[in-house]
């Protein structure tokens, strides 16, 4: 393929080279003449491990030259990779200058191109700048609209500075957010041959999965900084420590407790992270990550409040009770709280958890669990999903459905009315049913 990459710093002049080395044909696009000609002298204008020798190679083949000229590459290419800076704004939080200035320029060399073209955004850009920046811009300057005459994707890179090439090719994921399937069958075909995973997903979730990559990176290092700190304070190997916490590939090292839904709680969770505040104050140490998560995951319980009480319902139903799924332990439980907080507010509550009301048959005398249940949540819990689906307006669900159940609410969502899901327990189910669906994330 014919490919344009704009801008020649660390991520386009790596995936110019690796595409060329890849048998495409590309054309580099850079302002700075310094980088143009070094890259058509066959050399690299940084140093990354082996990027010369692929930037030498691709060169005397003839498949990678660079230049300044935005409509000759455009004119000679079927897809452009935006490839610019995006450096950090106190006013916006990412410069999109140079974004801005190439979506201009390419949206000019468009206006005098017939043939169908792909715009693809590499640079890490914060969610919403392609619907309310690139894409009008590319629309105001070729006169063509995107989704019909040009495509337009969202390609973000996952490359690391010392081991760019083999990141190239052998990345975690390649993702492309799309505005039509046009646009992303052309890009899916460009990365055919990259061996990875391959997700097509809308413009936003691909701007924003760069983010969240990166900002997990960061949250494991400060993470790890803070439990040596306490090591350090107690005389422990703290290598030792995380060498056996990473072994653990089901709950620390692993896609559990990473789904966006309710907050926590339970009896061990909030009480060893108060347990490790008392000994970091004890020993003057300041844990700035773990003392602000308490903090955040109350704070994320009165988004939720706020999200149910927010439509003024009359008679909510909670679907589960328990702080987990398939247990029917209400220590610290939130759904609790979330009841109690909706009682406060004189709103009706009716509660169907299949393992909480077991247990309230065999422990009739509240001497388990069942215990930590104020009594007014308690007159709450109904039977069946039948009976605490009846009448209720707003219906907050908080763990999984059984299929049959599933009906019930099925049958109960032909109203029209509304549920929240902070268990994604729904689905691809919620595109069948009638009424509001809000997923918490």
């Known amino acids: 393929m014919n490919i344009s990459v704009f801008g020649l710093g660390y991520v386009g002049c790596v995936t110019a080279a690796c595409l060329a080395d890849a048998g495409h044909k590309v054309i580099g696009v850079e302002i700075k003449r310094k980088k143009v000609d070094a890259l058509n002298e066959g050399r690299s204008p940084f140093f990354e491990p082996g990027l010369s020798e692929v930037i ?26 935006v ?33 169908y073209f792909v715009v693809a955004m590499r640079s890490t850009v914060l969610p919403g700048t392609s619907l309310e920046y690139c894409i009008p811009i590319l629309e105001q300057f070729s006169g063509k609209r995107v989704g019909e005459d ?7 890179e996952f490359l690391r500075e010392g081991s760019a090439i083999s990141d190239f090719h052998a990345p975690p994921f390649t993702i492309i957010g ?32 760069k983010y969240a990559s990166n900002a997990f990176h960061a949250l494991k290092i400060v993470f790890a900084n803070e439990i040596g700190s306490l090591c350090r304070a107690y005389g422990i190997d703290s290598n030792e420590v995380m060498r056996i916490f990473v072994s653990d590939t089901k ?55 706020n999200l149910v009480l927010g439509s003024n319902p009359k ?42 009301l077991s247990s309230l048959y065999d422990d009739p005398h509240l001497k388990g669990t069942a215990q930590y249940m104020p009594d007014n949540v308690r007159s709450c819990i109904k039977s069946s999903m039948e009976e605490a689906l009846d009448g209720v307006d707003l219906v907050v669900i908080l763990k999984s ?15 029209g009315r509304r549920i929240i899901d902070l268990y994604g327990t729904l689905g691809r189910n919620a595109e069948e049913l009638p009424c509001e669906i809000n997923i918490m994330g």
């Open 56 to 81: 030498n190679r691709c060169a005397k083949q003839g498949t990678l030259r660079a230049t300044t000229d935005v409509e000759e590459a455009v004119r000679l290419s079927d897809i452009a990779l």
């Open 83 to 115: 490839c610019v800076g995006t450096p950090s704004s106190k006013e916006k939080g990412l410069q999109l200058d140079a974004v801005i200035q190439v979506c201009e320029g390419i949206g000019r060399a468009l206006s005098k191109k017939e043939e």
């Open 150 to 156: 040009i495509g337009y994707c969202v390609n973000p």
């Open 178 to 209: 799309e505005r039509d399937a046009r646009s992303g069958d052309l890009l899916a075909r460009l990365w055919s041959f990259v061996q990875a995973p391959l997700y097509r997903v809308p413009l936003g979730v691909s701007e924003l999965v």
């Open 251 to 305: 709950s620390n090292i692993s896609s559990r407790y990473l789904r966006p839904g309710n907050a926590f709680g339970g009896s061990c969770l909030g009480k060893d992270l108060r347990a490790l505040q008392f000994v970091a104050k004890k020993t003057d140490i300041d844990l700035h990550l773990l003392n602000a998560i308490i903090p955040s995951n109350n704070a994320h319980r009165e988004r939720i409040a």
């Open 315 to 356: 008679r909510v139903c909670f679907v589960g009770l328990s702080f987990k799924e398939g247990t029917d332990d209400l220590r610290e439980s939130p759904a609790v709280q979330l009841v109690q907080r909706c009682l406060d507010e004189e709103v009706d509550v009716q509660i169907f958890d299949s393992d909480v």
């Open 401 to 415: 459905i059984s299929e049959k159940d599933y009906l019930q609410l099925k049958k109960w969502a032909q109203s």
